[in-house]
């Protein structure tokens, strides 16, 4: 720009009064307005507080159920309009995966709810089980089909009094039984006693195997006899023993052993069964003095345990070709002492033996109860429990030990111990509950079970129940109380409820299997209340008092359910159907 420009602009910035400086920008506080005080701005931002309820606006009310579903629902106005076309009838395959859903039944059902949507709504109003879709939703169903259909294959009247016990493999099967004249204090003479008025009732099949219907009695527990008959007849017999039980040797599973009143334990090869031929004895040992009776092979291997009614528990190796002598362990030798019941340790206890003992004598309410161990032959633990014993049992897992026991007066008490520590005080203890049934009678606790869990404890009674309880918590009492209702009134002598037995469901669920006098075998499903009709199913109904049961493995070709009675008779039951192959 040269001068004269210069001062032009001047000129003109003069006459308009216009500074040569920026203008201060305006304030919207100029005309006497004051600025934001700290009081103001904690209520504008109070506004935005979610922790401030005044600031939350109710929620619109969602409905769960969509405008389609409510006119679809209006049958009353629709029905007069209502016309199906062939097009109309088509649904796409999106449509009906979207409108139905599978029930655990197998059936359809219609989910007729609409879900909230989880965003719009409020934190905390949504409950876990409102977003479970409705398919997880189960109710009661039957998850024992492998007791569904259970069909009579055979019937064995061999027997000739009650059956002790009942064992199978692969289709073999062997039971032993009691039979009058046939105990370990029983002998026939010339004297006219009641043994020799038992003589005609005496007679074989105290022993018996089974397989592919066909019978072979052992010429097992016995021994010959001389009597004077008549004046003329001098008769040369046997005498016949009680087989008082039997037990597949799992070391080799074509080997079993016996145990009878005549003193002895017995082992025999059923190999040639196979072949049509009789089993073969392999050995017998003479216990001299005492009667052999329950028998138990340590889990795996061929160690038998054998409890006698002189005080002692016997360790005795059935293998080919052993010459060990058996061992005895004193639990209570004597003082007139039997013993009452053993089991093996398993799992975390599977180094020791647990045994008790009572009383010879009925009136003596005492009892020993010690654990051994078992490779150094001498007892580890006396257990405080002083009363009687009657059974023991083991939780799978090995760490607890359960006892019931006598004492006085006809008080019973269920005694739990923590083996796994070997502790020789009681952890939990209840009293049972009084016996129900005929003045005079004689409480026994015939089983003690627990569940594959450990957490169930079945006490089978012989008043005709089962009671159960949760072992975590045994002071708070009776669970479930099942009971066999009437009696099949055949026997003389009742035994009550002889065994329980656990078994899983499928695909969940356990379920309780016991044999009473009512002369059924009944599964229990511990979901359902004892006092609902449908509970309680019989699998098997005979014509005399239960006295033995066996279940077969569901995962293999055994037999569902073999089933003895008081009367000598034993039915195999066997799994029918599309989804069971014949045994």
């Given at each position: 720009?040269?001068?004269?420009?210069?001062?032009?602009?001047?000129?003109?910035?003069?006459?308009?009064?216009?500074?040569?400086?920026?203008?201060?920008?305006?304030s919207?506080?100029?005309?006497?307005?004051?600025s934001?005080?700290?009081?103001?701005?904690?209520?504008?931002?109070?506004?935005?507080?979610?922790?401030?309820?005044?600031?939350?606006?109710?929620?619109?009310?969602?409905?769960?159920?969509?405008?389609?579903?409510?006119?679809?629902?209006?049958?009353?106005?629709?029905?007069?309009?209502?016309?199906?076309?062939?097009?109309?009838?088509?649904?796409?395959?999106?449509?009906?995966?979207?409108?139905?859903?599978?029930?655990?039944?197998?059936?359809?059902?219609?989910?007729?709810?609409?879900?909230?949507?989880?965003?719009?709504?409020?934190?905390?109003?949504?409950?876990?089980w409102?977003?479970?879709?409705?398919?997880?939703?189960?109710?009661?169903?039957?998850?024992?089909?492998?007791?569904?259909?259970?069909?009579?294959?055979?019937?064995?009247s061999?027997?000739?009094?009650?059956?002790?016990?009942?064992?199978?493999?692969?289709?073999?099967?062997?039971?032993?039984?009691?039979?009058?004249?046939?105990?370990?204090?029983?002998?026939?003479?010339?004297?006219?006693?009641?043994?020799?008025?038992?003589?005609?009732?005496?007679?074989?099949?105290?022993?018996?195997?089974?397989?592919?219907?066909?019978?072979?009695?052992?010429?097992?527990?016995?021994?010959?006899?001389?009597?004077?008959?008549?004046?003329?007849?001098?008769?040369?017999?046997?005498?016949?023993?009680?087989?008082?039980?039997?037990?597949?040797?799992?070391?080799?599973?074509?080997?079993?052993v016996?145990?009878?009143?005549?003193?002895?334990?017995?082992?025999?090869?059923?190999?040639?069964?196979?072949?049509?031929?009789?089993?073969?004895?392999?050995?017998?040992?003479?216990?001299e003095?005492?009667?052999?009776?329950?028998?138990?092979?340590?889990?795996?291997?061929?160690?038998?345990?054998?409890?006698?009614?002189?005080?002692?528990?016997?360790?005795?190796?059935?293998?080919?070709?052993?010459?060990?002598?058996?061992?005895?362990?004193?639990?209570?030798?004597?003082?007139?002492?039997?013993?009452?019941?053993?089991?093996?340790?398993?799992?975390?206890?599977?180094?020791?033996?647990?045994?008790?003992?009572?009383?010879?004598?009925?009136?003596?309410?005492?009892?020993?109860?010690?654990?051994?161990?078992?490779?150094?032959?001498?007892?580890?633990?006396?257990?405080?429990a002083?009363?009687?014993?009657q059974?023991?049992?083991?939780?799978?897992?090995?760490?607890?030990?359960?006892?019931?026991?006598?004492?006085?007066?006809?008080?019973?008490?269920?005694?739990?111990?923590?083996?796994?520590?070997?502790?020789?005080?009681?952890?939990?203890?209840?009293?049972?509950?009084?016996?129900?049934?005929?003045?005079?009678?004689?409480?026994?606790?015939?089983?003690?079970?627990?569940?594959?869990?450990?957490?169930?404890?079945?006490?089978?009674?012989?008043?005709?129940?089962?009671?159960?309880?949760?072992?975590?918590?045994?002071?708070?009492?009776?669970?479930?109380?099942?009971?066999?209702?009437?009696?099949?009134?055949?026997?003389?002598?009742?035994?009550?409820?002889?065994?329980?037995?656990?078994?899983?469901?499928?695909?969940?669920?356990?379920?309780?299997?016991?044999?009473?006098?009512d002369?059924?075998?009944?599964?229990?499903?511990?979901?359902?209340?004892?006092?609902?009709?449908?509970?309680?199913?019989?699998?098997?109904?005979?014509?005399?008092?239960?006295?033995?049961?066996?279940?077969?493995?569901?995962?293999?070709?055994?037999?569902?359910?073999?089933?003895?009675?008081?009367?000598?008779?034993?039915?195999?039951?066997?799994?029918?159907?599309?989804?069971w192959p014949e045994?």
């Amino acid at each position: 720009m040269t001068d004269d420009d210069d001062r032009a602009v001047e000129e003109v910035l003069t006459r308009h009064d216009i500074s040569d400086e920026a203008p201060t920008p305006r304030s919207k506080y100029d005309n006497n307005e004051s600025s934001d005080s700290e009081h103001e701005y904690e209520q504008y931002h109070s506004a935005l507080s979610l922790a401030d309820n005044a600031n939350w606006q109710p929620l619109k009310k969602i409905s769960r159920i969509s405008a389609a579903e409510k006119s679809a629902g209006d049958l009353s106005i629709r029905l007069a309009a209502l016309s199906v076309s062939e097009s109309a009838a088509r649904m796409s395959k999106e449509n009906a995966k979207r409108h139905r859903t599978i029930n655990h039944r197998g059936g359809l059902t219609v989910d007729f709810l609409t879900r909230a949507d989880p965003a719009t709504a409020r934190p905390g109003k949504m409950f876990l089980w409102d977003e479970l879709p409705i398919s997880l939703c189960f109710g009661r169903s039957n998850d024992f089909h492998c007791y569904d259909s259970l069909q009579a294959v055979s019937t064995i009247s061999r027997a000739p009094g009650s059956i002790n016990n009942i064992i199978q493999n692969n289709g073999t099967i062997v039971m032993s039984s009691a039979v009058l004249g046939g105990g370990f204090n029983d002998a026939f003479g010339q004297d006219e006693t009641e043994d020799t008025r038992n003589r005609p009732y005496n007679r074989d099949g105290t022993l018996v195997v089974w397989r592919e219907g066909k019978e072979y009695v052992l010429q097992a527990h016995q021994r010959r006899v001389q009597s004077v008959m008549s004046d003329a007849d001098m008769l040369s017999q046997f005498q016949y023993y009680t087989v008082n039980d039997v037990q597949w040797n799992p070391a080799f599973p074509e080997r079993f052993v016996s145990s009878g009143a005549d003193g002895t334990v017995q082992s025999w090869d059923c190999t040639t069964v196979r072949e049509g031929a009789t089993p073969k004895r392999v050995s017998r040992v003479k216990y001299e003095g005492c009667e052999p009776q329950s028998l138990q092979f340590k889990p795996g291997e061929s160690l038998l345990a054998i409890e006698a009614s002189d005080g002692y528990v016997y360790l005795q190796k059935d293998a080919p070709n052993s010459a060990r002598r058996p061992t005895g362990l004193s639990l209570a030798p004597d003082i007139g002492h039997c013993t009452a019941h053993m089991v093996w340790g398993t799992g975390l206890s599977s180094d020791y033996l647990f045994a008790s003992s009572h009383a010879s004598d009925e009136s003596d309410c005492t009892g020993y109860h010690k654990a051994f161990d078992w490779r150094r032959a001498i007892s580890v633990v006396d257990f405080d429990a002083q009363e009687a014993g009657q059974k023991m049992a083991i939780a799978e897992s090995g760490d607890i030990l359960a006892i019931a026991t006598e004492a006085a007066n006809d008080t019973h008490y269920l005694k739990l111990y923590d083996v796994r520590r070997l502790m020789k005080r009681v952890a939990q203890k209840v009293e049972l509950d009084p016996y129900e049934s005929e003045e005079g009678a004689r409480f026994e606790v015939n089983s003690l079970a627990f569940s594959p869990d450990g957490i169930y404890l079945a006490v089978a009674r012989n008043d005709n129940t089962v009671q159960v309880y949760d072992s975590r918590f045994l002071n708070h009492g009776v669970l479930y109380s099942f009971a066999h209702q009437g009696a099949a009134a055949v026997s003389r002598e009742s035994f009550g409820a002889v065994k329980a037995s656990w078994v899983s469901g499928t695909p969940r669920g356990v379920g309780l299997v016991t044999g009473g006098t009512d002369g059924c075998v009944r599964l229990w499903d511990t979901r359902q209340a004892a006092e609902d009709p449908s509970n309680g199913r019989a699998l098997a109904s005979c014509a005399d008092d239960i006295a033995y049961f066996l279940l077969g493995d569901t995962g293999s070709r055994d037999y569902a359910l073999i089933v003895g009675e008081c009367s000598g008779t034993v039915t195999v039951f066997s799994r029918t159907g599309p989804n069971w192959p014949e045994d």
